[in-house]
């Protein structure tokens, strides 16, 4: 059983739900300058006035951003396509800044900077539940057979069990690392004495097959957690620079995306006992660092958003299964805080205040369909799943969308179908060179 305490162990300076960076008071589009930019793009995303943002959190002072291999057809019918969603509720709670979201099962949770995990109910969207701790700033949050795991600000992780006897129930049934364990580790000088992150943790991911838990930190490492015993059984050294996102492939490969302005890809060799997971290729993400990651359900695309504003993605070869450079997708004007892929759609939250849906086709190409707008401060946090829109069956998907500002937002998406007759002349339709 856990024992709670008032005092916190000191966090490093920059804590997991801001962008690092220099102090400015405007959020501004920022990329490192390792290298010159390209010249040869034929155009670069418009960009937004940063006056009327002026929140806290910290951000990389301005810079010209590099141009991308990317091609758009003429602008025409941005008007309709803006038609094809809408806010159907926006909630604000007395909890700050909306910090993770995560779904499973028809409910959707969601953490913030307050000792709270609020649940809710869909497709109403009505609160149904609670779940309080003593710690505060759910910094990250998942959801796997019928287990809630929230990450906070005292890099500890909480876990509940979710059960449906008539109503819905949450009983808390593990504080990860336990508290006795990490102490008698630690006197005993066992190789387990460092299990605790020492830094803030930034995202969790669970691989099912082999039922494990990742947590990735700002201190650079990714702990690996058994879950028949919530015990840690591997650290990886992840990358030279903070960890900011992780996730985890149907086939265990495992991906870690750094301030380092570069994605890890890693796999487990059950053959090496004491660090099982190996490094296998790094990817670069063209000299700016990647802040969060997304996979399609069948693993054969890898997206990452970037501080510059672009959403990167790489290609799984369907015969060799290697990932190779796809292109980058604009359209934000500063750095990408989350993403989230269904079905076909994949969102993005930007610092800018707005979420951008694409739809990538068949051909590998991407359509941006619409602007999600309405926020007042950086997006922080965004969940998507499918959802019938009409009797025909056609599909479409929900989505939600948290922000610094407090405000909690859900959004209904029109389906593929509707949208691919008047999507030929988007305004922003974009395919490798």
Request: hydrophobic share 35%.
């Amino acid at each position: 059983m856990e024992i709670e305490s008032s005092t916190q162990e000191p966090l490093y300076s920059s804590p997991s739900f801001t962008i690092r960076g220099s102090h400015s008071d405007n959020f501004l589009r920022s990329v490192s300058n390792k290298e010159p930019p390209f010249t040869d793009a034929p155009c670069i995303p418009p960009r937004l006035s940063t006056t009327s943002l002026s929140l806290n959190p910290l951000f990389s002072p301005p810079s010209t951003p590099p141009h991308r291999h990317l091609s758009s057809s003429t602008p025409s019918k941005l008007h309709d396509l803006h038609t094809t969603h809408r806010c159907i509720s926006s909630v604000l709670k007395k909890d700050g800044q909306i910090l993770s979201i995560a779904s499973s099962s028809g409910l959707v949770y969601t953490g913030s900077q307050g000792n709270v995990v609020r649940i809710w109910k869909l497709p109403e969207f009505a609160e149904c539940g609670q779940l309080k701790t003593k710690a505060c700033m759910a910094v990250a949050l998942e959801v796997s057979n019928d287990k809630i795991y929230a990450a906070y600000a005292d890099c500890k992780i909480r876990v509940w069990r979710r059960s449906w006897d008539g109503i819905i129930k949450h009983v808390r049934i593990a504080t990860i690392p336990n508290t006795g364990s990490y102490v008698r580790s630690y006197i005993t000088g066992g190789k387990d004495k460092m299990m605790k992150h020492m830094g803030p943790i930034s995202s969790l991911a669970i691989n099912v097959s082999y039922d494990i838990l990742y947590s990735a930190s700002l201190d650079r490492t990714v702990k690996v957690w058994r879950l028949s015993d919530f015990k840690c059984i591997e650290t990886i050294q992840g990358h030279p620079e903070p960890i900011n996102d992780i996730a985890v492939a149907d086939d265990g490969v495992l991906y870690t995306a750094s301030d380092d302005a570069a994605v890890r890809v890693w796999r487990r060799n059950f053959c090496n006992g004491d660090l099982p997971h190996s490094l296998t290729v790094t990817l670069p993400a063209k000299c700016s660092p990647v802040k969060t990651l997304a996979l399609t359900v069948d693993g054969g695309v890898l997206y990452g958003g970037c501080t510059d504003g672009y959403v990167q993605y790489w290609l799984k070869g369907w015969f060799t299964g290697q990932l190779q450079y796809g292109g980058a997708l604009p359209g934000h004007t500063h750095a990408v805080m989350c993403l989230a892929s269904v079905t076909n759609y994949i969102v993005s939250g930007s610092a800018d205040g707005t979420s951008r849906i694409w739809i990538r086709e068949q051909d590998g190409r991407h359509v941006c369909i619409g602007v999600l707008q309405g926020h007042r401060g950086p997006i922080r946090c965004v969940a998507a799943f499918p959802e019938r829109v009409s009797d025909d069956s056609e599909e479409g998907c929900t989505v939600c969308t948290g922000s610094v500002d407090g405000v909690l937002k859900v959004w209904r998406v029109r389906s593929i179908s509707q949208i691919r007759d008047s999507s030929h002349n988007a305004s922003e339709y974009f395919e490798l060179p």
